[in-house]
């Protein structure tokens, strides 16, 4: 088993006692002023690409701020988006200009020393299509390259910017609009093209990565991650291949594979890898009788640059079965791997195991758990295949895998750091999910089709505690945690748990430090050899995005974009306290203010009784609905994630009007879906009397509180 070193309880002492920062951050790392002669030597370097290098590595060579004296940063500048919701992007920063995004892929353009606003890009989405975002309506950042600053729009458009005023200087759709594709990543430049993926097969599409001519817009190349109707012929023989591994009418339900977030180019072996996504519907049995692996799902491949066809692929999920993707970050470095220095490709996928790759063959070199799974004992590292336990292939009856939907890890972006040899992983621990196999299961075009039950379980048949076997990794109290993972040694070399689920991507740097923000609204930093905690700023909304460090005119400067939102914003209360709030972007430096003031959070609003009907029936149909439409994004059992509004705590007037917000589309340029097609008026009816019974629970659960005090 791997040893760990947990900082929880200096971790948990200190969030726990926001007055108590000074003490906190000051106990530990004492405060040095910054010599002057450094400062004047250091040279001007900046983030240009979204890793940071080509390799995606997010380790920054600057080491003005250290270890011993991150005690002395301070707020150098501030931004105000103007957006509440999930921010998510990484900042470049090119030619001392700051190029952000913020949610409905809207960019903006900031003096990196001043933090003054040069100009501002929206793309006008039409904020009804936002239900088409399975996990929030962000974007995380944008490619720059010759003097242009390149967005993927939520509504499927790749647009091409001047980067001086931000003027549009091309502008292409890279999907069909009447499918519910999204985009939410950073395009990625590869050998004069702009690569961008998509996302949608929660709802049913077929995934696809678009290359397209950086000055032009053309159309270079598309790889179809899965194959379309065979009646229709194949694209070319990548696609006829994966067709023989897929079975039954899958193109009738998309097949799913979307790539929406990784994508990584090695300019010397000319390859581009890409992450893919899961399949859609989740089961495996609906998708494809239960049959074949379903390439080129839940995979990394590797495409050549100059016509998109495939070099290698290495299928991490053979015939996924429970929305485990594969576009989580992926990393290049070159390792020595029993004393044979290695191209490699690391990853985490969703799956909980930290995988390490040969680039050029795309052969496995190793697969080991960093969090607990229970859908797989391991990983076969002759056929590369994992061994899976018999609950991950659950039927009709509910059967619990860990990880569930979530994963141990999703698009928060690692980094490593060369002079540690660690990862630092952004982790969830121990979150499970309760499958089961959707009974007569039918397409439904926009809404979600994973053909897995959601919300009302009872009834349905379980595996008993003897069906389980166990599965692999190790078994952590705290629901999330920052893991240094050494890839060579194979397991983690310290461990940091968090009181949350989900906490934002990492930076670490040459000054010893490793930065993260938390979903606690905290950006901390870390000693990157031992993980103790150094630093901590309150900065009042949790955070998401990794934060990203520059250096101009001698100063080192680290910034971050706060904002929280996302999948966990919306369907899962993951941090405690108040975290909703407008989006900032914070620039610290040292010797910078001291008196740093969070964002105010948003007030709910009062609760007031408003009686319902108590027939169990009628509660349990509307109980159904809310599981069935509502859910994913105004979370489980109407408790709100953050993100969106508590229906819980809507104004009586709302609840007046919930039919014409429901059945006619009145919110639909808030991002509200008219499910006119899907709510009948009864099922309306049924839906505002189980919102009701459950304000009058939190009704009742406040008034208890607030007797004991
Ligand atoms: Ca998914």
């Known amino acids: 088993m791997p040893k760990f070193t947990p900082k929880s309880f200096l971790l948990a002492w200190c969030a726990a006692a926001p007055l108590l920062l000074t003490a906190c951050s000051g106990d530990r790392a004492p405060t040095a002023a910054t010599p002057t002669a450094t400062v004047a030597a250091l040279p001007d370097t900046e983030w240009t690409t979204y890793g940071l290098d080509a390799a995606e590595t997010r380790y920054s060579p600057l080491?003005?701020?250290?270890?011993?004296?991150?005690?002395?940063?301070?707020?150098?500048?501030?931004?105000?988006?103007?957006?509440?919701?999930?921010?998510?992007?990484?900042?470049?920063?090119?030619?001392?200009?700051?190029?952000?995004?913020?949610?409905?892929?809207?960019?903006?353009?900031?003096?990196?020393?001043?933090?003054?606003?040069?100009?501002?890009?929206?793309?006008?989405?039409?904020k009804s299509m936002g239900w088409k975002a399975c996990c929030d309506v962000v974007n995380?950042?944008?490619?720059?390259?010759?003097?242009?600053?390149?967005?993927?729009?939520?509504?499927?458009?790749?647009?091409?910017?001047?980067?001086?005023?931000?003027?549009v200087v091309w502008e292409t759709l890279t999907v069909d609009q009447g499918e519910p594709y999204t985009i939410t990543g950073a395009p990625r430049i590869a050998d004069g093209k702009v690569l961008i993926g998509n996302g949608g097969a929660e709802l049913g599409t077929r995934g696809y990565l678009s290359a397209y001519d950086a000055q032009t817009g053309a159309q270079a190349w598309r790889f179809w991650v899965v194959p379309g109707n065979p009646a229709q012929g194949f694209e070319n023989p990548d696609v006829e291949r994966a067709a023989a591994t897929w079975f039954g009418k899958w193109w009738e339900v998309g097949g799913g594979g979307t790539p929406w977030d990784s994508i990584v180019y090695d300019p010397d072996l000319r390859l581009v890898y890409v992450g893919t996504g899961n399949g859609s519907p989740w089961s495996h049995e609906l998708r494809s009788e239960g049959k074949g692996d379903n390439l080129y799902l839940s995979s990394i491949v590797a495409l050549k640059v100059d016509d998109g066809r495939l070099a290698w692929y290495y299928q991490v999920n053979p015939a996924d079965n429970w929305d485990y993707t594969v576009v989580q970050p992926l990393m290049l470095a070159n390792l020595s791997i029993n004393g044979v220095l290695r191209k490699v490709i690391m990853q985490a996928p969703k799956n909980g195991f930290f995988y390490v790759l040969d680039r050029e063959t795309g052969r496995l070199l190793s697969a080991d758990p960093y969090s607990k799974v229970t859908w797989a004992s391991g990983i076969d590292l002759e056929s590369g295949r994992p061994i899976e336990t018999p609950q991950a292939r659950y039927g009709a009856a509910v059967a619990m895998v860990t990880p569930g939907p979530g994963g141990a890890h999703s698009w928060h972006p690692m980094s490593f750091n060369p002079n540690t040899g660690l990862v630092y992983l952004p982790t969830t621990q121990g979150s499970s999910f309760a499958y089961s196999v959707e009974q007569n299961f039918v397409y439904k075009p926009g809404t979600w089709n994973t053909g897995v039950t959601f919300g009302t379980l009872q009834g349905l048949p379980r595996l008993n505690a003897e069906q389980y076997r166990p599965g692999a990794g190790p078994e952590r109290d705290a629901p999330g945690a920052l893991v240094a993972w050494d890839p060579i040694a194979r397991q983690p070399r310290w461990v940091v748990d968090y009181p949350f689920a989900i906490n934002g991507g990492t930076l670490s740097t040459a000054g010893n430090l490793v930065f993260q923000g938390g979903a606690d609204g905290i950006l901390r930093a870390f000693t990157a050899d031992s993980g103790d905690l150094v630093w901590m700023a309150d900065l009042g909304v949790g955070i998401m995005a990794p934060p990203v460090t520059y250096a101009l005119d001698g100063t080192?400067?680290?910034?971050?974009?706060?904002?929280?939102?996302?999948?966990?914003?919306?369907?899962?209360?993951?941090?405690?306290?108040?975290?909703?709030?407008?989006?900032?972007?914070?620039?610290?430096?040292?010797?910078?203010?001291?008196?740093?003031?969070?964002?105010?959070?948003?007030?709910?609003?009062?609760?007031?009784?408003?009686?319902?009907?108590?027939?169990?029936?009628?509660?349990?149909?509307?109980?159904?609905i809310y599981g069935k439409r509502c859910m994913v994004c105004h979370g489980a059992n109407a408790v709100s994630g953050g993100s969106l509004a508590d229906l819980r705590y809507a104004l009586p007037a709302t609840y007046d009007i919930l039919d014409n917000i429901v059945r006619q589309g009145a919110y639909s340029g808030l991002g509200m879906p008219n499910l006119g097609k899907w709510v009948s008026e009864d099922d309306l009816k049924a839906l505002k009397n189980w919102l009701l019974s459950r304000r009058a629970a939190e009704m009742a659960a406040v008034q208890q509180a607030a007797q004991r005090q």
Do not use: C
């Open 63 to 126: 080491a003005q701020i250290t270890a011993s004296n991150v005690g002395d940063l301070g707020l150098a500048w501030s931004f105000d988006t103007g957006e509440v919701r999930g921010h998510e992007a990484t900042p470049l920063i090119v030619d001392g200009v700051m190029y952000a995004t913020r949610p409905w892929s809207s960019v903006f353009a900031l003096d990196a020393r001043s933090g003054k606003l040069l100009w501002n890009y929206d793309p006008q989405v039409d």
């Open 140 to 167: 995380r950042g944008v490619a720059y390259y010759d003097n242009k600053v390149f967005v993927g729009a939520l509504d499927g458009r790749l647009i091409a910017l001047d980067a001086k005023t931000g003027q």
């Open 556 to 624: 080192q400067y680290l910034a971050v974009l706060v904002g929280w939102g996302g999948a966990s914003g919306l369907i899962g209360k993951s941090a405690a306290g108040t975290f909703k709030g407008e989006g900032r972007l914070w620039t610290f430096k040292l010797g910078g203010d001291k008196n740093i003031v969070p964002v105010e959070g948003q007030p709910m609003h009062e609760l007031s009784e408003i009686s319902f009907d108590d027939n169990p029936e009628l509660l349990a149909r509307g109980a159904d």
